[in-house]
């Protein structure tokens, strides 16, 4: 895996493994590893689509000349996210394991298909457009390290 988006591919692992623990935490109702597993992925994930909404995109765009495609499709799958990012929120603050559960569910499903998505359509348009940009790549890298 090389390229521009090798960062953002490895990042999505990344923000599975945390999701994983804090479903994991909400499910046997360790509520206080939950919340600390749920925020490590909840900053994971906004500062994953920070870097594609702020860095990746705005490149792609540039060289492209793609605005309408398909990263207008992963901007509002982003604001669907964010919503149920929101709905977790609540029900983290209110201890409902049913109403986290749910809400983690949905967003599941969303973020499997939204990263099939970017990794084997989006990501390889990317790579392909951009090239190998050093300074791109750092911006990146910087932004998920944020």
Known sequence: M??????LQQHHKLCDD???????????GDWAGCASAYGKFRDE???????????LFPAFESRTGMAG???????????????????MDAAL????????GGAAETLLIMMQQHN???????YP?????L???????????AGLAA
């Open 93 to 100: 603050d209110q201890k409902n394991a049913d109403a986290f």
């Open 125 to 129: 348009m990317c790579d392909q457009a």
């Open 131 to 141: 090239g190998q940009d050093g300074d791109l790549q750092s911006r990146i890298a």
């Open 69 to 87: 495609g398909p990263t207008q499709v992963m901007r509002g799958e982003h604001v669907q996210m964010r919503d149920l990012l929101r709905q």
């Open 116 to 122: 099939m998505k970017e990794e084997n359509i989006l």
């Open 18 to 28: 945390d999701f994983v623990a804090a479903e994991d935490s909400a499910r046997s």
């Open 45 to 55: 994930l906004l500062a994953h689509f920070g870097v594609e909404e702020e860095v």
């Open 2 to 7: 090389s390229g521009i988006t090798s960062a």
